[in-house]
């Protein structure tokens, strides 16, 4: 099964991580990484698209206001919701003071 996460975290809660629990999560992105799955960090430039009436407009920002910047994503295949949970609470953004949102994706075709 794939999973969509979301890596929501500042540069702020990564400054408060000792130089030894950076070199760990750094190690488990490394880890999830080496299983061949998508992982990246993302630039804070945001563009949102909306086409609701037809006409395409783009604005300069995020649609979603979270509390903390999107500060990456992946796409992690695992075996279940408790294999995934696993791998992503040892990575920055679940250990530097953010949060790591997990969606199941539907297969194409499936459910």
């Known amino acids: 099964m794939k999973f969509l996460c979301l890596a929501y975290g500042d540069e702020a809660g990564w400054n408060r991580l000792s130089a030894?629990?950076?070199d760990d999560v750094l190690a488990a992105d490394a880890a999830i990484r080496?299983?061949?799955n998508l992982m990246s960090a993302v630039r804070t430039e945001v563009s949102?698209?909306?086409s609701w009436d037809g006409n395409t407009r783009v604005a300069d920002g995020s649609f979603?206001?979270?509390d903390l910047p999107l500060a990456g994503f992946s796409v992690i295949e695992a075996?279940?919701?408790e294999e995934v949970v696993r791998l992503v609470a040892k990575t920055p953004c679940a250990r530097a003071e953010g949060y790591i949102e997990i969606r199941a994706l539907r297969e194409p075709g499936g459910g």
Do not use: E, H, M
Request: proline share 7%; aromatic share 0%; hydrophobic share 25%.
């Open 20 to 22: 030894s629990d950076k």
């Open 34 to 36: 080496a299983r061949g």
């Open 48 to 50: 949102t698209v909306t």
């Open 64 to 66: 979603a206001k979270p």
């Open 79 to 81: 075996q279940d919701l």
